[in-house]
């Protein structure tokens, strides 16, 4: 049993005791329990996946702000009721900006027990940066029967982007391009090689809600 303290006799092992404890509140889907149609609740739950860090998960309904737990979680009190999820409660201190969260998870967990997320390329993390602002733009376009022509500017923007992003998918990387300069396709499986970065933390649930 994990909760099980050892024996005051004993010393639990370095890296157990310096492990921090981590809470992440993220808006619940329509079920109240699974994880929510946010890509950045769900992007910084792909990063703590991926970091392989224990954390404690708890489903928010973003319609009352209600914790969803089989226990009583008394964390969200001290935020203001227009605080925006996720919320990262990091050994307590709470960390909201999504902005600089990336940068924060990093420093703190990028030691050798935690791998590090960050792409090798640059950009591997501007590839399809632009892709959810403009379909957001495109499908709250208030009027697009009233004018054809924006709508179709609308559309094609997108397009534009989404082509920009496959391209960058199907063309090899410099490091691929050094063993082999004949190379033309990719050969990797994720924007930045062939394991999944922050780049692609942040860009698989912007797709995913495009894809819907």
Same mark, same amino acid.
């Given at each position: ?67 969803? $737990?089989?226990?009583?979680? =008394?964390?969200?009190?001290? @935020? ?5 999820? /996720? &919320? ?36 591997? $993390?501007?590839?399809?940066? =632009?892709?959810?602002?403009? @379909? ?5 376009? /208030? &009027? ?10 609308l559309q094609w923007s997108l397009l534009w ?19 082999? $300069? ?31």
């Open positions: 049993d994990l909760s099980v303290q050892p024996p005051l006799s004993q010393q639990p092992p370095p890296s157990i005791a310096k492990k921090p404890q981590i809470q992440l509140f993220i808006k619940a889907s329509k079920n109240g329990e699974s994880v929510g149609h946010c890509p950045f609740c769900q992007w910084l739950f792909m990063v703590l996946l991926l970091k392989g860090v224990p954390f404690t998960l708890t489903t928010v309904d973003a319609s009352t702000s209600v914790a969803i $737990s089989h226990r009583a979680l =008394d964390a969200l009190k001290d @935020f203001a009721s227009g605080t925006q999820l /996720p &919320v990262l409660l990091y050994t307590g201190e709470p960390e909201t900006d999504t902005v600089t969260i990336e940068e924060f998870l990093e420093d703190k967990l990028g030691t050798s027990m935690f791998p590090s997320l960050v792409p090798w390329y640059r950009e591997s $993390s501007l590839a399809g940066n =632009d892709i959810f602002h403009k @379909f957001s733009t495109f499908i709250k376009n /208030p &009027v697009p029967a009233q004018d054809e022509g924006e709508e179709l500017a982007a989404l082509l920009k992003l496959n391209d960058y998918l199907s063309g090899p990387l410099e490091y691929r391009l050094a063993h082999d $300069s004949h190379l033309r396709a990719s050969q990797c499986r994720f924007l930045d090689g062939d394991q999944l970065t922050l780049a692609d933390c942040n860009l698989l649930p912007k797709l995913n809600i495009v894809q819907v």
